[in-house]
Nanobody, 126 residues
Framework: QAHFVQSGGGLVHPGGSLSLSCAAS????????VGWYRQAPGKERERLGC????????HYVGSMLGRLTISRDNARNVAYLQMTNLTPEDAAVYIC???????????????????WGQGSLVIVSS
């Protein structure tokens, strides 16, 4: 079954940075736009941003504006999320998913027929 394999989560100190990766498994990444999300306990899934299949376009939304960089390497079938200046409020499970073939600022929080990652837990604590 096609899905993403995520890696890179863990514990980071306040003010620190963290990078997450999503490796496509069972499908070709270059055919899809990729969205990133996060979900904290008791909260709804929050959209963070997306990147177009050719990496020409990225859109960032939500409360982490200015602290995120989304990138991808289609040759390696991997998408990335880099986060900076993390605070305890950023603690959540971070998730990647395919979001169709376009990346727009209105990309779906619940994309249909998406390939999902298993989630990466990020804890921000001193």
């Amino acid at each position: 079954q096609a899905h993403f394999v995520q890696s890179g989560g863990g514990l980071v100190h306040p003010g620190g940075s963290l990078s997450l990766s999503c490796a496509a498994s069972g499908f070709t990444l270059e055919n899809y736009a990729v969205g990133w999300y996060r979900q904290a306990p008791g909260k709804e899934r929050e959209r963070l941003g997306c990147i177009a299949p050719d990496a020409e376009t990225t859109h960032y939304v939500g409360s982490m504006l200015g602290r995120l960089t989304i990138s991808r390497d289609n040759a390696r079938n991997v998408a990335y999320l880099q986060m900076t200046n993390l605070t305890p409020e950023d603690a959540a499970v971070y998730i990647c998913a395919t979001v169709g073939v376009f990346c727009s600022s209105s990309f779906s929080a619940n994309p249909e027929t998406a390939h999902w990652g298993q989630g990466s837990l990020v804890i921000v604590s001193s």
